[in-house]
């Protein structure tokens, strides 16, 4: 197992002293859509709309906000395909039988399911668009991450979660792949979800690495930097009653973490996104305090700025490539 877990630890002991909140509003320069176009492509996330949840997508200055699904089906942890045309998505039943890996076009239209029985979540493209690779539940005992053709064919285990017993999760969780496409992370959870950490695999299913330890509580959402040298993931998820959720950064290879948002005291929390097509901005979720919202913010958590109002409900944010 990987021998980074003191450090790391220190290093998470060190965060949660820190005093430091971030401002919600006006602390910074406000993101403007024209300062680099490779940071205008559209920021697509998941909300709650009377008891359904929809996708939406806004532009990173906070303007067109659209929703582009609607029920009676829900859509959520939407994922944009390399090239912006296409949306990767987990689409749950009218009545809840079923959770289907499905795409649509940019605009909604098109929806396709891929997966049409069973369960299957947390869909992903990888970075040439050939494949996809998502959350499958193949019955009580029978979790893992799947890799198949972006048509729905030729399906592939690459995971089998070892703490999966009669439904209890154990689940590995939220599939992304790397820059390069050779490494596919993903979030895997013990046994009533006591537990959870980044793990990575090969995309043939060789090669399990953990990249953090168990003490981190990382969420399942979490993004590769467009360079590959870099992943956003939240800690301590999920939070406690005096505790906050905060996002952060490590290397590829699961060291060097790097704090982006600080806060504490379990009022106020920040969730991973995305990042941006250039790698200079990160959507992100904050909860908490009526101020619960997409934002924009630097990888240094200046210019943090609210583009998009959100209810209680979870939210999956993908930032897609620029326009």
Same mark, same amino acid.
């Given at each position: 197992?990987?021998?980074?877990?003191?450090?790391?630890?220190?290093?998470?002991?060190?965060?949660?002293?820190?005093?430091?909140?971030?401002?919600?509003?006006?602390?910074?320069?406000?993101?403007?859509?024209?300062?680099?176009?490779?940071?205008?492509?559209?920021?697509?996330?998941?909300?709650?709309?009377?008891?359904?949840?929809?996708?939406?997508?806004?532009?990173?200055?906070?303007?067109?906000?659209?929703?582009?699904?609607?029920?009676?089906?829900?859509?959520?942890?939407?994922?944009? *395909? =390399? /090239? $912006?045309?296409? &949306?990767? +998505?987990? %689409?749950?039943? @009218?009545?809840?039988?079923?959770? !289907?890996?499905?795409?649509?076009?940019?605009?909604?239209?098109?929806?396709?399911?891929?997966?049409?029985?069973?369960?299957?979540?947390?869909?992903?493209?990888?970075?040439?668009?050939?494949?996809?690779?998502?959350?499958?539940?193949?019955?009580?005992?029978?979790?893992?991450?799947?890799?198949?053709?972006?048509?729905?064919?030729?399906?592939?285990?690459?995971?089998?979660?070892?703490?999966?017993?009669?439904?209890?999760?154990?689940?590995?969780?939220?599939?992304?792949? *790397? =820059? /390069? $496409?050779?490494? &596919?992370? +993903?979030? %895997?959870?013990? @046994?009533?979800?006591?537990?959870? !950490?980044?793990?990575?695999?090969?995309?043939?299913?060789?090669?399990?690495?953990?990249?953090?330890?168990?003490?981190?509580?990382?969420?399942?959402?979490?993004?590769?930097?467009?360079?590959?040298?870099?992943?956003?993931?939240?800690?301590?998820?999920?939070?406690?009653?005096?505790?906050?959720?905060?996002?952060?950064?490590?290397?590829?290879?699961?060291?060097?973490?790097?704090?982006?948002?600080?806060?504490?005291?379990?009022?106020?929390?920040?969730?991973?996104?995305?990042?941006?097509?250039?790698?200079?901005?990160?959507?992100? %979720?904050?909860?908490?305090?009526?101020?619960?919202?997409?934002?924009?913010?630097?990888?240094?958590?200046?210019?943090?700025?609210?583009?998009?109002?959100?209810?209680?409900?979870?939210?999956?944010?993908?930032?897609?490539?620029?326009?």
């Amino acid at each position: 197992m990987p021998r980074r877990d003191s450090t790391l630890s220190t290093v998470v002991q060190a965060l949660v002293a820190l005093g430091g909140v971030l401002a919600l509003a006006g602390a910074s320069p406000a993101f403007s859509v024209g300062e680099d176009r490779a940071s205008n492509g559209l920021i697509l996330y998941s909300k709650k709309v009377g008891a359904n949840v929809q996708l939406f997508t806004v532009r990173a200055d906070g303007i067109g906000r659209t929703q582009i699904t609607r029920g009676p089906a829900q859509a959520g942890r939407g994922e944009w *395909s =390399p /090239d $912006g045309r296409l &949306v990767v +998505f987990e %689409r749950i039943a @009218a009545d809840k039988s079923r959770t !289907a890996v499905a795409t649509m076009n940019a605009d909604g239209s098109g929806i396709r399911e891929l997966t049409p029985a069973g369960q299957q979540a947390d869909p992903s493209f990888t970075p040439d668009g050939q494949w996809v690779v998502f959350t499958r539940d193949g019955g009580p005992s029978d979790n893992g991450i799947w890799i198949m053709k972006a048509d729905g064919s030729d399906p592939r285990r690459l995971t089998r979660n070892p703490f999966m017993r009669s439904g209890a999760c154990g689940c590995d969780e939220d599939a992304t792949v *790397s =820059p /390069d $496409g050779k490494r &596919v992370t +993903f979030v %895997r959870y013990t @046994a009533g979800e006591r537990q959870h !950490a980044l793990f990575s695999v090969g995309l043939d299913g060789g090669g399990l690495k953990r990249l953090t330890p168990y003490a981190l509580a990382v969420d399942a959402e979490h993004d590769w930097s467009p360079d590959g040298k870099r992943i956003v993931l939240t800690m301590h998820a999920p939070p406690g009653t005096v505790r906050s959720a905060n996002v952060v950064t490590i290397r590829a290879d699961g060291s060097d973490l790097r704090a982006v948002t600080w806060f504490k005291g379990g009022t106020l929390h920040a969730w991973a996104g995305s990042y941006s097509p250039d790698a200079r901005w990160l959507a992100v %979720r904050i909860q908490g305090g009526g101020k619960d919202g997409v934002y924009v913010v630097r990888l240094d958590g200046t210019g943090l700025r609210r583009i998009a109002t959100l209810g209680p409900a979870p939210s999956a944010i993908d930032w897609g490539p620029a326009g």
